[in-house]
């Protein structure tokens, strides 16, 4: 929008100036932060207006929580989703249309997140509505992406790149959509698996976003793309201005849900955030480097798998509680101390996802 309001009005400079890819992505970034900072503390006394007992708490959770997070709010992912569409809508170049599918994957997940928060609340219990429920309208909204970014984008979802291997990429075939949905669902809903403490699961969320913000920017430079053997796509480096508006996002949200929490962001923001990351991924052809990257969300999500297999076959627990980072709380382990610990292996593992770009 700002890039056709300049042109319009042919200001010459700053037009050629905001057309910087590079200059964007940092407004883009600055506008959803300072969005969240300024708007921040009004949204959430509104979106807390509306509920009576805040966010429902498991009661079978570590009992500090029945305490120290007991009325807090939920639901603050709407205030992310505002951010980066809002910083989307000013800076992002609207003749390229990459980044619309993504937009469309983070509102969509953010619907079905906020329809599931809000029946917690509705019903002041910490199950929303069924499993089988969410998982069918996500599997829907990722078919849609799927034929989107295939018949109008011209993405070849067959082609599965292999990290630290150069030109070599697995041929997925029919199991191409599967695949994608896997990795969409799977990255939308172990993110929000982790979302279970104070800040555990926003700062690997930047940190991820970050990460991918690099690789789009590669693959959308030709000379960089060939240079380091990684998918081109044309068009890419307008992800890279997405990217910077979640990260803002996220840094702005952390303001205010670092401990102790004064929102949550709950399904609406970490399954919206988890499914534009598994998108991003599918079009840069990187999927195996968001599991790599996202290894905490992946943790967690397999800590739960395991928890629930080994309870169905044998009636014996493997972790004290899932997902993972509960466990560690029944260790008696403060909570401040497991998030920060998250986050450095969050940081050392976005070090050897970049790493696999140059090592090939």
Not at 310 to 316: A, I, M, N, V
Not at 343 to 351: Q, R, S, T, Y
């Amino acid at each position: 929008m700002i890039l056709y309001l300049i042109e319009y009005l042919n200001l010459g400079a700053l037009n050629n100036f905001l057309n910087y890819l590079t200059v964007r992505t940092g407004l883009a970034l600055f506008t959803s932060f300072f969005f969240i900072l300024f708007f921040g503390p009004f949204l959430i006394k509104r979106i807390g207006s509306y509920q009576s007992i805040g966010q429902p708490i498991r009661e079978d959770g570590p009992e500090s929580h029945l305490v120290a997070k007991k009325g807090t709010p939920t639901m603050g992912g709407i205030i992310i989703l505002i951010s980066i569409v809002g910083s989307m809508i000013l800076w992002v170049n609207p003749e390229s249309y990459i980044s619309w599918p993504i937009i469309f994957l983070l509102i969509s997940f953010g619907l079905v997140g906020f329809a599931d928060d809000f029946s917690k609340v509705k019903k002041k219990s910490s199950n929303g509505i069924s499993a089988k429920i969410r998982i069918f309208f996500q599997i829907i909204i990722s078919l849609i992406f799927i034929y989107w970014i295939t018949t109008y984008n011209e993405i070849d979802i067959q082609l599965l790149s292999l990290p630290f291997l150069k030109d070599i990429f697995l041929n997925l075939g029919l199991f191409s959509i599967p695949f994608v949905i896997l990795v969409i669902l799977g990255s939308a809903n172990a993110v929000n698996l982790t979302d279970g403490l104070d800040g555990l699961a926003i700062v690997p969320i930047m940190i991820v976003s970050a990460t991918f913000a690099v690789i789009c920017y590669l693959a959308g430079n030709m000379i960089f793309s060939n240079y380091l053997y990684i998918n081109y796509l044309p068009g890419a480096g307008e992800l890279t201005v997405l990217c910077a508006a979640i990260i803002g996002s996220a840094l702005g949200f952390l303001w205010y849900n670092a401990p102790p929490a004064m929102v949550f962001m709950g399904d609406t923001g970490s399954l919206s955030l988890g499914a534009a990351l598994g998108g991003i991924s599918v079009l840069t052809k990187q999927e195996i480097v968001l599991a790599i990257v996202g290894g905490i969300f992946v943790a967690e999500a397999v800590s739960v798998i395991l928890q629930v297999g080994s309870y169905k076959l044998t009636g014996k627990r493997i972790f004290k509680m899932a997902p993972l980072h509960h466990h560690f709380e029944k260790n008696g382990i403060a909570e401040s101390k497991i998030v920060i610990r998250f986050w450095i292996i969050a940081l050392i593992l976005a070090l050897i996802g970049l790493a696999t770009l140059k090592i090939r």
